[in-house]
């Protein structure tokens, strides 16, 4: 099935550092969406890509849709403490005639003040 | 605009019993999905209702059972409750599913004995 690999697993940088993190699949997707979870909180869609290529951003936050569409990656600038979390990507995709949205594993993040 | 509404938030049940979880989505969303959250599974797809009718399926036994209500509403229903069901459950709606982003709710933490 389709599997997206997500990395790095975690991450632990100081305050005020920029971060990068990215999603990888061998198959297509239609569409990247990017969410962060807290701590006994769902997650909350930060960024939602459409087109191949495409680079949105969200305030300190930065996401690019791969131009393969097999990938994307998402920045953070200028990481603050409230950053904290675990960030998913996820991709959408049709297969056979349905829909099926695509999980990474996460990237945790730790923000040391 | 409320969110995504789930209860309850915590269950704790024995082995052999069943449950129900209940979601209310974002008003105006048609199409409700579930998923299953564990540590080392990351999130994993369980099932989507649009318009009272489930759509989408995942690799979960038939233990694991839904329902969409005409006013988009859901319920999910485990039965047989074994210790690995034990598990943060995610409902999310969109607007018509097919592309359109999740918005997740906060979750109901099911923990088996």
């Known amino acids: 099935g389709q599997q997206l690999n997500q990395s790095p697993q975690s991450m632990f940088i100081q305050e005020g550092e920029d971060v990068s993190m990215n999603c990888t699949s061998s198959?297509?997707?239609?569409?990247w969406l990017w969410y962060k979870q807290d701590p006994g909180e769902g997650p909350v869609l930060l960024i939602a890509?459409?087109?191949?290529?495409e680079l949105t951003s969200n305030g300190r936050l930065t996401a690019q849709f791969g131009i393969t569409r097999k990938d994307s990656f998402l920045n953070i600038s200028a990481s603050i403490p409230s950053d904290v979390g675990i960030y998913f990507c996820?991709?959408?995709?049709?297969?056979?005639?349905?829909?099926?949205?695509?999980f990474g594993k996460g990237t945790k993040l730790t923000v040391n003040p | 605009k409320a969110g995504v509404t789930q209860t309850p938030r915590y269950l704790i049940k024995t082995r052999g019993q069943q449950v129900t979880l209940s979601c209310s989505p974002i008003?105006?969303?048609?199409?409700v999905s579930w998923y299953q959250q564990t540590p080392g599974q990351g999130l994993q797809f369980l099932f989507e209702?649009?318009?009272?009718?489930?759509?989408n399926k995942g690799n979960f036994p038939g233990r694991f059972s839904g329902r969409q209500f005409s006013n988009s509403r859901s319920e999910m229903n485990v039965s047989t409750l074994e210790l690995g069901d034990s598990a943060l459950y995610l409902c999310?709606?969109?607007?018509?599913?097919?592309?359109?982003?999740?918005?997740f709710g906060n979750g109901t933490r099911l923990t088996v004995t």
């Open positions: 198959s297509i997707f239609n569409t």
């Open positions: 890509l459409y087109k191949a290529g």
């Open positions: 209702y649009f318009s009272e009718t489930q759509r």
């Open positions: 996820a991709g959408h995709s049709t297969q056979g005639g349905s829909e099926k949205l695509v």
């Open positions: 999310a709606s969109s607007l018509r599913g097919n592309n359109s982003p999740l918005h």
């Open positions: 008003s105006g969303h048609r199409s």
